[in-house]
């Protein structure tokens, strides 16, 4: 069983639309990241949120952690073609303080 | 104003074969670790270590094993590859007493074993 799960696994969008992705889990985590990876090249990290409910946005992206601390979303507005990637949350199990879980990402094709 | 370095970058053996994956860090993190990437599966962890000197398991642990001699560097070592080890392997290291854990990646290795 996966410990934190994403959704939708794949999106394909037009340029210019909205869309919300999901990082869901039944455990409580300290903190949760985002990580955007392009093709052959290793994780980048784009936020981390730490206080349940806390949002934060880097320009057209929106991160919030969810009010229990078991849940992140990230919704990226008027998506471009630069968006396209692999969107990996991840997260610090309350009590596990060395090491990130990883869910499986979600693959994000903006066409132009 | 490297941050972690992986080298090689791409490598094919021939099951059976030995070899060892380096990486390099100069950010001065205590923590440092080797997951494996694979379609449909994300990433695993395979070993990591919170110092010098120290290592533990990860999730897939078996037919590899690490050393961590030194702060900065941290190795990876298959010592009879399989083709199940065929993979994307990738170095990540973070900052000391960081209770957030923010990972540097570095840019990977591509493993193919025949």
């Known amino acids: 069983t996966q410990l934190l799960e994403q959704s939708p696994q794949f999106l394909s969008i037009q340029e210019g639309e909205n869309l919300t992705v999901y990082c869901n889990s039944s455990s409580v985590f300290s903190s949760l990241q985002w990580y955007r990876q392009e093709p052959g090249e290793g994780p980048v990290l784009l936020v981390t949120v730490v206080t349940g409910g806390e949002v934060k946005k880097l320009k057209r992206l929106t991160f919030q952690f969810g009010d229990a601390r078991k849940d992140s979303s990230l919704h990226i507005t008027a998506a471009q073609p630069g968006d396209t990637g692999l969107y990996l949350c991840a997260g610090v199990e309350t009590g596990a303080n060395s090491k990130l879980t990883f869910g499986k990402g979600i693959t994000l094709s903006v066409r132009p | 104003n490297a941050g972690v370095t992986q080298t090689p970058k791409f490598r094919v053996l021939k099951t059976g074969q030995s070899m060892t994956l380096l990486c390099a860090q100069d950010m001065n993190h205590e923590y440092m670790y080797w997951y494996r990437q694979d379609p449909g599966m994300g990433l695993r962890l395979i070993h990591y270590?919170?110092?010098?000197?120290?290592?533990a398991k990860g999730e897939v642990p078996d037919g590899y094993n690490v050393s961590r001699l030194k702060k900065q560097n941290f190795l990876l070592g298959l010592e009879s590859a399989a083709p199940s080890q065929t993979s994307v392997y990738f170095c990540?290291?973070?900052?000391?007493?960081?209770?957030?854990?923010?990972?540097?990646f570095g840019s990977g290795t591509r493993l193919t074993v025949v």
């Open positions: 990540a290291s973070s900052p000391p007493r960081d209770r957030r854990l923010r990972y540097t």
């Open positions: 270590s919170v110092g010098e000197g120290t290592t």
